[in-house]
T-cell receptor, first 112, second 111 residues
Framework: DQQVKQNSPSLSVQEGRISILNCDYT??????FLWYKKYPAEGPTFLIS?????DKNEDGRFTVFLNKSAKHLSLHIVPSQPGDSAVYFC???????????FGTGTRLQVFP | DVKVTQSSRYLVKRTGEKVFLECVQD?????MFWYRQDPGLGLRLIYF???????EKGDIPEGYSVSREKKERFSLILESASTNQTSMYLC??????????FGNGTRLTVT
């Protein structure tokens, strides 16, 4: 049973526009969430995180929003750039622990 | 910067072979992990280790074992490879509350 779901396998966005990647979770005990980015032939790299005491965290062009009541988080990339084209994984855990549960990933393509 | 090195980028093995996947890190991190990545399933945790000679099962340990004889090295062992173990294998490290640092992965094909 997938506890962390990314229902959109792919997303295509024009350069300069906003990219919104979504993630839903089912376990109400999850209280720490992360986004990772993965280029082909490379390992995932950490992008941004948020704990459940906040509903928004921002880092440059990347903002993560958390809606605890809906068990939903989203990653906004503004403005999108071609270099953002990658697979994005959300992940969740109970506390900032070692047992992360990853979503299935969304492939983002940013075209000129 | 943390460097996590996986010894092989690509491996092709036959069903029934014993397979070793090696991972070495250079930043003295305590915790090391093995994940596999499959289309439509994301990343799933196989095993992790908090210290030398210590190991903990992840979510899908069946068919795998691990070895951590030195702090910097964490090996994943497939005792008898099967075709359903064809996958991308990712090693990662972590220190304290920091995010995971991943290696570039080993794509294993079992025929």
């Amino acid at each position: 049973d997938q506890q962390v779901k990314q229902n959109s396998p792919s997303l295509s966005v024009q350069e300069g526009r906003i990219s919104i990647l979504n993630c839903d979770y089912t376990n109400s005990m999850f209280d720490y969430f992360l986004w990772y980015k993965k280029y082909p032939a490379e390992g995932p790299t950490f992008l941004i995180s948020i704990s459940s005491i906040k509903d928004k965290n921002e880092d440059g062009r990347f903002t993560v929003f958390l809606n605890k009541s809906a068990k939903h988080l989203s990653l906004h990339i503004v403005p999108s750039q071609p270099g953002d084209s990658a697979v994005y994984f959300c992940a969740a855990s109970e506390g900032n622990t070692d047992k992360l549960i990853f979503g299935t990933g969304t492939r983002l393509q940013v075209f000129p | 910067d943390v460097k996590v090195t996986q010894s092989s980028r690509y491996l092709v093995k036959r069903t029934g072979e014993k397979v070793f996947l090696e991972c070495v890190q250079d930043m003295d991190h305590e915790n090391m992990f093995w994940y596999r990545q499959d289309p439509g399933l994301g990343l799933r945790l196989i095993y992790f280790s908090y210290d030398v000679k210590m190991k903990e099962k992840g979510d899908i340990p069946e068919g795998y074992s691990v070895s951590r004889e030195k702090k910097e090295r964490f090996s994943l062992i497939l005792e008898s490879a099967s075709t359903n173990q064809t996958s991308m294998y990712l090693c990662a490290t972590r220190q304290g509350d920091s995010p995971l640092h991943f290696g570039n992965g080993t794509r294993l094909t079992v025929t």
